[in-house]
């Protein structure tokens, strides 16, 4: 019995860390400007592969990859502590005793402390950025491979894999796809109504502005699955298949009900983050609540798909006004929140055109 629990508790904990570091990992992009598609892009592969069907296993390509960055970044962090302590003595004595002996001599030291610790941190990354590669060096096969051309060789293309196995340029595209999609969609009626709500009052703007409000409101029924749609298709113009949602929504009425509760239940309190512009520094904290809130939303659409794609046949037409009304509500309350937004977030009226619930995990797309 303990040699099956043990390895399914180990298992456990490696996914949890491994789920955990993900999150770290797309929040931290999220905060880097245009590599932050590359955080879209992920999550609409792993939904657009939850709507193809395959294994949970297989809906996280990277996942261990995450986690062991992360891992490493610890270990780098932990041993750097000493060389962050000496240097904080040095900048003490030179505060206190400017030009002093002392304080040029803790200078000193903490330089070549510095340079030293980019000796070793590199050494333990190069043998594999285990725990244990930073507690000991290993000198003797340090000074035998070091100074081989095979050595750095071997380096190389262990850092070529390392960046080639992070698709980086396929997740941006897949990212830019989803982007420049969501907002084709959204540019039509949220440009309606923004000239409604920042013109005069007027009888004829005022209609205009209901007619981009109707606009957001039927595109906020289908536009949560379509970049899902063209993840799982690979195709482009597959963001703009919004009869195939309409056809698949026939067939799991309930499974896109529930996907488009959770994202206005989830994407309505993350405006809140969004009334105040904070220093770039800490953006990836308000990123965190951004990808941990929308990456479950978009694994919901990709599941909704997958339920619709499981059945050849249209549900019970009562079914699906069953499931329609409290989508169509649902959908309602979005778009009057979108109105309120305009008067409490950073970027005024064009909040209503930059949602996130469509967009990158981003706080703030205008700075």
Not at 219 to 226: G, H, K
Not at 259 to 271: D, F, G, W
Not at 337 to 361: D, V
Request: aromatic share 16%; glycine share 6%.
């Amino acid at each position: 019995m303990a040699k099956r629990i043990i390895p399914w508790i180990r298992g456990f904990f490696r996914a949890l860390w491994n789920s955990l570091s993900l999150i770290l990992v797309l929040s931290v992009t999220a905060t880097i400007p245009i590599v932050q598609l590359a955080s879209l892009g992920y999550m609409l592969e792993s939904s657009g592969r939850v709507a193809n069907g395959l294994p949970v296993r297989r809906c996280f390509p990277g996942a261990g990859i995450a986690g062991a960055m992360v891992s490493r970044g610890v270990w780098l962090v932990l041993s750097w502590l000493p060389v962050w302590f000496l240097a904080d003595l040095a900048y003490s004595a030179e505060l206190i005793e400017p030009g002093s002996d002392y304080a040029t001599r803790m200078r000193i030291a903490a330089r070549v402390l510095a340079v030293a610790w980019v000796v070793w941190a590199s050494w333990a990354l190069v043998r594999g950025g285990r725990l244990w590669h930073f507690l000991w060096p290993a000198p003797k096969l340090f000074f035998r491979t070091v100074f081989t051309r095979r050595a750095w060789h071997e380096i190389e293309d262990k850092l070529w894999d390392f960046v080639a196995s992070l698709r980086f340029p396929y997740l941006m595209k897949i990212g830019f796809y989803g982007t420049v999609g969501a907002l084709l969609w959204l540019i039509l009626p949220a440009i309606l109504m923004i000239i409604a709500l920042t013109s005069p009052a007027d009888g004829a703007l005022g209609f205009i502005g209901f007619l981009g409000a109707v606009g957001m409101w039927w595109l906020v029924l289908f536009l949560p699955y379509l970049p899902v749609h063209m993840a799982s298709q690979n195709r482009f113009r597959a963001i703009f298949d919004w009869k195939e949602i309409r056809r698949a929504f026939r067939r799991a009425p309930f499974a896109f009900c529930l996907a488009l509760s959770a994202l206005v239940a989830l994407a309505i309190p993350l405006y809140l983050l969004r009334i105040e512009s904070i220093p770039s520094q800490l953006l990836w904290i308000l990123s965190l609540f951004f990808v941990i809130l929308m990456f479950p939303v978009k694994l919901l659409a990709g599941w909704a798909l997958r339920c619709s794609r499981r059945r050849s046949i249209d549900r019970h037409w009562l079914l699906r006004w069953s499931a329609w009304l409290p989508q169509a509500s649902v959908a309602g309350i979005y778009v009057g929140f979108l109105y309120l937004a305009k008067f409490t977030l950073w970027e005024g009226a064009a909040s209503i055109l930059l949602q996130h619930a469509f967009l990158p995990p981003v706080p703030f797309y205008l700075r």
